[in-house]
């Protein structure tokens, strides 16, 4: 599920528990003293009442609901990002897939795994794969030797995951800060 499809079912759920809970106050308020507490909800009734479905109002308020239902439905039908990349199979029945986030994973174990190389950061989407590692010394000459190595490393160990796509790798190799 989305982070936007959960904030807003939250929202929405705590509107529907508010609404029912001024419904709940207003019904008891009612058959005790005859009149609204919270809403005037009988202003409400008398405009309903004298309200035809042919008025203006009615199909405005229609028009309104029926283009936020379809921004909503739009909304919802449009295709998720892509997070998994496929990886070829011995079994024609089996699909095997990895999460971008595990490949950028495997990534980064594969450039630390490079003697010389301190640290290492990696993102990856299905058609790239970004690997930034910093060495272990401060010398520019040591980092960029580095390069190939790491690059090897990495293109090594996402060539064993035999992925049906292989995404374009791209290896940045800086200095020890301090």
């Known amino acids: 599920m989305r982070i936007l499809n959960r904030f807003l079912a939250f929202i929405l759920?705590?509107?529907?528990?508010?609404?029912?809970?001024?419904?709940?106050?207003?019904?008891?308020?009612?058959?005790?003293?005859?009149?609204?507490?919270?809403?005037?909800?009988?202003?409400?009734?008398?405009?309903?009442?004298?309200?035809?479905?042919?008025?203006?109002?009615?199909?405005?308020?229609?028009?309104?609901?029926?283009?936020?239902?379809?921004?909503?439905?739009?909304?919802?039908l449009k295709p998720r990002r892509v997070t998994r990349v496929s990886l070829q199979s011995d079994e024609v029945a089996t699909e095997a897939a990895i999460s971008t986030k595990g490949l950028a994973v495997v990534a980064r174990t594969a450039t630390t795994d490079v003697d010389g190389v301190s640290n290492a950061s990696a993102s990856a989407s299905p058609r790239r794969v970004t690997v930034t590692a910093t060495a272990a010394e401060r010398d520019r000459a040591h980092a960029q030797a580095l390069t190939a190595p790491v690059t090897t490393a990495v293109q090594t160990r996402l060539d064993s995951l035999r992925m049906e796509r292989h995404p374009r790798l791209s290896v940045r190799v800086k200095p020890r800060s301090r």
């Open 13 to 76: 759920a705590l509107a529907v528990l508010a609404v029912c809970i001024v419904v709940i106050v207003e019904v008891i308020a009612y058959a005790i003293n005859g009149e609204h507490l919270i809403v005037d909800w009988m202003s409400w009734q008398r405009w309903a009442e004298r309200t035809t479905f042919n008025s203006t109002v009615i199909k405005v308020l229609s028009i309104i609901f029926i283009v936020v239902g379809l921004i909503l439905l739009l909304a919802e």
